[in-house]
């Protein structure tokens, strides 16, 4: 029975430590970017933390072995089931040592976990268990609580619980597991009562944590964000924001400002208007991103669109902004208007799926920060969605800014020319970002910027659109290479670029 249950502690111990590996990633992808730099680094830096601490194991008596296996699931229940809280407070409130306090946790976690499995192993073989068998099942019971949680946490644990209460849930995990060993081997052991007082605080800290995790994340992201938190939730692909100072709407996403109800119409009318302005005859339109609803409301404005068809990977996105009066109000209802089907899915893949054709496309993606969102920048990206569009029609690209970013922003121009769209490249001042840049692309010459406008507009108007396609001498045109799916050059040209405007 003894051994039964120390090859279970293995199982969940093994679950414990690859879920604090798994939140360190995801925290600092949510809060860093490059979701390929933060896990590749913080693996590496776990596992050679596992080896240290597979190293000092042999350092420990045998006689003290389950003492010395309870202790550590005590220290790493405690580290680990705070480390969450600890990194999202950090860098909400002092952002300047977040980096350093990631990569000491993650080594103490790592080092810790790592003298885990040796403890045990030890333990059983001075239980007489042949040494074929407890390597057999001490590995297959590690192997299947990593499989178990890489498994639960991006489809259940992160998007219902969140980083941060995830990491309150596993810590406790780890201290059940310290008084479980406790509790069986207790005849074998000194300081039972000692222990026993520890692992409660330690559990009762952890609990308390845990209920009151979203307390926390509210007054951290007051922090981050400065404004009153309306709106805020975990996806399986993001976290999702809205907060409100005054009448100001703002969106976040993963930190990372996405609109101010205040100005985002001078940004959805140069997204929106130079294309379908010069396309009467339009009857379809594609909308790629954009699951706030704010393309779709200037979109919707032409009696001459029959239908839209939107493509956003999150339906969460799609669902705040169609059932939250407030996000609804900002787009004037228009996932309710009866031309508009959702469609959530990866956008790549659903221009492979599908055989649609429409007359324009409007592309609304985030800025290509990390590698999942460079793709959607491609070649082969841009080579797909020209294969939907018809040869008289338009497409419209967000851009990132061409005065902050002129790199990654001429890379994006570069790549759907390498596609042989032409391209003509226009630029906007938008108050809360500053100079932002957008690029029209056509199968076919001869595009020409509207002179007017048949509807009301708060920002375009024949001088402003005519400004918006002439590039001052600090913006002009820049040589850059297409941005191909297996360099992702643009996300290295993206994070220089805005690395020196921080600078």
Sequence with gaps: MTKKILILSVFVVASCGLAYELIAGALSSYLLGDSILQFSTIIGCYLFAMGVGAHFSKYVKDEAVLERFIDIELAVGLIGGVSAAMLFMTFSWMAAPFRTLLYVLVFLIGMLV????????????ARQTEFSELVSR????DYLGALAVSLLFPL????????????????MLNIGVACWTLHTFRRELTNVLGRALRAGAVLFVLALGFGLSERMVAWGEHGLFGDEVVYSTSTPYQRLVITRWKDDLRLYINGNLQFSSRDEYRYHEALVHPALASLPWARSVLVLGGGDGLALREILRYPNIRQVTLVDLDPAMT???????????????????PRVKVVNADAAIWLQQSGGMFDAAIVDFPDPSSFALGKLY??????MLKKHV?????IVVQSTSPFFAPHAYWTIDATLREVGLHTQPYHAYVPSFGEWGFILASPREGYTPPAGYGLPMRFLNADTTREMFAFPPDMQRQSMAPNRLNTQSLVREFEHDWRNVIR
Excluded at 156 to 171: I, S, Y
Excluded at 378 to 383: D, H, L, Q, T
Excluded at 390 to 394: K, S
């Design 114 to 125: 790592g003298m885990e499995v040796p403890l045990v192993m030890r333990a059983l073989n």
């Design 138 to 141: 001490v590995l297959t019971f």
């Design 156 to 171: 259940v644990l992160a998007p219902q619980l969140g980083l941060v209460r995830t990491g309150f849930l596993f810590g």
């Design 319 to 337: 669902r705040a902004f169609t059932t939250r009066p407030e996000l609804a109000a900002l787009n004037k209802h228009s996932f309710s208007d």
């Design 378 to 383: 491609s070649v082969p990206f841009y080579g």
């Design 390 to 394: 018809a040869e008289n029609g338009l």
